[in-house]
């Protein structure tokens, strides 16, 4: 698998710095670790089903997990990073999540080559270590980007000082294939010709962050849908073939992806919050072809406790031209029908299959609003302990008429955030 | 109800008293007796906070901490920075996870911070203000 692979460079690398390290300059080795039991409480309107990764069953792996940071200072401004993870969610397949060569070009700008996080939002660099901020996990409304957090690729900063305020300009091309888990099913997705540009704007305790990417996304399991529904028609009757634009509709193959976020947080001591809103369309796809998300969080420290509330609101609306397709086509019915009449047993199923692919990937709309209390405790000098509590009201397929499902999962999660 | 109240007032002044006895002693933050960089509040704080790694003259500045725990460093934290230990911590991990930026390195007693900032051009630190000596140059009070 591909982790194993990804694992085992992970190693060849880490020898590699541990090797140069012996020789010379100093290796720093920093590591974090979150380790969380989580449980949903009240959920009778999905039995069975999952909830941010858990159910009515408590779980301890979902948001556990281990990193370990190694940053060798190579002399004359080159630094070489290593990220090594490992997620109870992924059975804790140990991961090289970055892999960076850093160069220091001047005062003013640096260089990163190769894997590394995507600055997208305002807590992305640091989006995996729980020790740095208030909640069990960022609003995953707008943070989970279902495996497009890191990317292979060269980054230039420019950093630099203007009167009061700390500016700090990211340019970004990158381009990375990766596997993401979707629940039960691993999907290969390609996001490539990943062109970013990243500006973060600090004065005093405010900082302002702004994103604009565009890529190109294939999810090849997608497509396989797609074009299978495309030659089941045409096979069906000739008359009933998608034309380009249609099948278009119904794939992910080197579609525009267009992502634009924007940030405010602050920090004043006593009084923490942020805001953030991020924009997600993909050119002619069949599904997220328009996904918004916002967030707002406000907190109040005293003494060694952290108290959070965050108000978190999602849309992910079906592609409207994806549904006339289907519905033009009378696809479903037609496909039905043909699978009705199939005299082989294999084709039948196969049809079967590919119908029962729609509901979950060309219908799969959803708005979601949610209400998070988070309470953080600072008990040791590197260890935080917390608790939070999610109330959510999830509307799926809220434009299909039929079909439509209405429930309000509470999740309860509790645990220690530690680094070292 | 006098009574209440001027037991209230007595109680407060001897609470006063004893936090000021508990937490009250001066910091000073010191420099190499070469560095003629005028280096003001926000200075501090900004190289402490890693937002910058230069004295105003654009040299480059070598920031020394203090033990984890000690009044010493939870008192300058306080003042100087406006950060608790735990908030100092989480601004910290948030550099460090990202690469971009190694925390001050920490030593154990003021005497220890003396002898680095007197060895060091670049050096700045941070000891209780009873421990001054004549190696270093006090750019700031707290």
Do not use: C
């Not at chain 1, 390290?21 to 999952?50: C, M, Q, W």
């Amino acid at each position: 698998m591909k982790l194993h692979i990804l694992s085992k460079s992970g190693l060849t690398v880490l020898a590699a710095a541990v090797a140069s390290t012996a020789s010379a300059s100093d290796l720093r080795i920093n590591g974090f670790a979150s380790f969380y039991y989580g449980n949903v409480l009240d959920n009778k309107e999905i039995p069975g089903e999952l909830y941010r990764g858990y159910g009515e069953t408590g779980n301890f792996q979902y948001d556990t997990q281990f990193g370990l940071q190694f940053a060798s200072d190579l002399g004359d401004g080159l630094t070489a990073t290593a990220q090594l993870t490992a997620e109870g969610r992924s059975g804790y397949d140990a991961e090289l999540s970055w892999a960076f060569l850093k160069y220091q070009i001047s005062d003013e700008w640096s260089v990163k080559m190769g894997r590394q996080r995507v600055p997208f939002f305002l807590y992305s660099d640091f989006q995996k270590v729980g020790y740095a901020y208030s909640w069990v996990t960022p609003p995953p409304e707008v943070y989970n980007l279902g495996g497009l957090e890191n990317t292979d690729g060269v980054m230039f900063e420019h950093l630099t000082d203007l009167g009061d305020f700390t500016s700090r300009l990211n340019f970004l091309f990158g381009t990375t294939s990766q596997t993401t888990n979707f629940g039960e099913t691993d999907l290969d997705i390609d996001n490539e010709n990943q062109v970013g540009l990243f500006w973060d704007l600090a004065y005093d305790a405010l900082t302002f962050h702004l994103t604009y990417t565009v890529s190109e996304l294939t999810i090849s399991a997608y497509n396989d849908v797609g074009n299978g529904i495309g030659q089941t028609l045409a096979a069906i009757n000739p008359a009933l073939a998608l034309t380009d634009d249609e099948l278009d509709l119904l794939t992910v193959d080197e579609d525009e992806v267009t992502y634009l976020g924007a940030g405010l947080s602050g920090d004043w001591g006593t009084w923490v919050a942020a805001a953030e809103y991020a924009s997600i369309m993909i050119d002619d796809s069949p599904t997220s072809s328009d996904r918004q998300a916002w967030y707002v969080f406000t907190g109040y420290r005293w003494d060694a406790y952290t108290l959070g509330l965050t108000y978190a609101n999602y849309s992910s609306l079906n592609n409207d031209d994806t549904i006339d397709v289907l519905t033009d086509k009378n696809i479903e019915a037609t496909m039905n029908a043909a699978a009705a009449g199939a005299t082989n047993d294999v084709s039948a199923a196969g049809i079967e299959q590919l119908v029962g692919a729609i509901p979950d990937i060309y219908r799969a709309g959803e708005e979601s609003s949610a209400v998070t209390v988070s309470l953080r405790y600072d008990y040791h000098p590197a260890a935080a302990l917390k608790f939070e509590y999610t109330q959510d009201d999830v509307t799926q397929k809220p434009e299909d008429g039929t079909g439509e499902r209405e429930f309000s999962p509470a999740l309860v999660r509790v645990g220690v955030d530690l680094m070292f | 109800m006098n009574i209440v109240k001027s037991v209230r007032v007595v109680f407060s002044t001897v609470l006063l008293s004893l936090f000021s006895v508990a937490s009250i002693a001066e910091i000073s933050v010191i420099v190499h007796p070469s560095n003629e960089a005028g280096i003001s509040d926000a200075d501090i704080k900004k190289i402490y906070l890693g937002k910058s790694s230069k004295f105003p003259n654009d040299m480059q500045a070598e920031p020394l901490d203090q033990k984890e725990g000690s009044d010493v460093r939870q008192q300058f934290l306080g003042a100087a920075v406006g950060k608790s230990e735990p908030q100092m911590k989480s601004h910290w991990s948030r550099l460090i996870f990202t690469g971009k930026g190694v925390p001050p390195k920490s030593l154990d007693s003021d005497a220890a911070v003396i002898d680095a900032v007197a060895a060091d051009p670049k050096a700045i630190g941070f000891v209780d203000s009873s421990a001054v000596t004549d190696a270093v140059k006090v750019v700031m009070t707290y």
